[in-house]
């Protein structure tokens, strides 16, 4: 069975450009989530889909940040412009339906803003 | 508030060794979650152990065991004659009881030398 997969592992943008992160979770996995750790610090939450619908949104820093699930299995993040604060390792979750269940983590996408 | 802390940034040890990786959470909420992660070079976050607020029965999985102290907010890994492959970077986790999203610890580097 796949894994949780990112698209894509890396990316370098200049100041003020679009970037769009992609995330495919595990089959089956209604809970997608979005994670973002900065510069060794914690990883901190972002975002929670339930199928399509966002779940809870409280950590996304502002309105540059974007994300979708469309139909309830893939999602994007789109980061729109970037700034050079927004660089770090973006990290992309599912799990199955029930609360408090482990997730199964990426392997991440590292943006880089220069 | 919720939070971890994972105090130790990074340790080095020599191969066999034993290594105890410390956590320390804060949650008002009576019903919770504990989680360990190891995070490879390869970069996903891969799960080792979930544990809940109810049973503080320490768990031992192989070389891995698990200290849960709710008396001192506690939920430490002992990793018992260490290996090379065991070096990674390896986070704490924390969820509240029907809340899926994670609040995790700044994580903590493990060296394992030869």
């Known amino acids: 069975e796949a894994g949780v997969t990112q698209f894509p592992s890396h990316s370098v943008i200049e100041k003020g450009q679009t970037v769009t992160l992609r995330c495919d979770p595990i089959?089956?996995?209604?809970?997608l989530y979005w994670y973002r750790r900065v510069m060794g610090k914690e990883i901190k939450f972002l975002l929670h889909?339930?199928?399509?619908?966002?779940?809870?949104e409280s950590g996304m820093p502002n309105n540059r940040f974007l994300a979708e699930r469309t139909g309830g299995t893939y999602s994007t993040l789109k980061v729109q412009p970037a700034e050079l604060e927004d660089s770090g390792v973006y990290f992309c979750?599912?799990?199955?339906?029930?609360?408090?269940?482990?997730?199964?983590f990426g392997q991440g996408t590292r943006l880089t803003v220069v | 508030a919720q939070k971890v802390t994972q105090a130790q940034t990074e340790i080095s040890v020599v191969e066999k060794e034993d290594v105890t990786l410390d956590c320390v959470y804060e949650?008002?909420?009576?019903?919770?979650?504990l989680f360990w992660y190891k995070q490879p070079p390869s970069g996903e976050l891969v799960f080792l152990i979930r544990?809940?607020?109810?049973?503080?029965q320490n768990e031992i999985s192989g070389r891995y065991s698990w200290n849960f102290q709710k008396s001192t907010s506690s939920f430490n890994f002992t990793i018992t004659a260490s290996q090379v492959v065991d070096s990674a970077v390896y986070f704490c986790?924390?969820?509240?009881?029907?809340?899926?999203?994670?609040?995790f610890g700044s994580g903590t580097k493990l060296n394992v030398k030869p």
């Open positions: 979750a599912s799990s199955q339906g029930r609360p408090n269940t482990e997730a199964f």
């Open positions: 089959s089956g996995h209604d809970n």
């Open positions: 889909f339930v199928k399509e619908s966002k779940q809870d």
């Open positions: 949650t008002r909420d009576t019903t919770y979650y």
């Open positions: 544990r809940n607020s109810f049973d503080e």
């Open positions: 986790a924390l969820s509240e009881h029907n809340f899926n999203k994670f609040y």
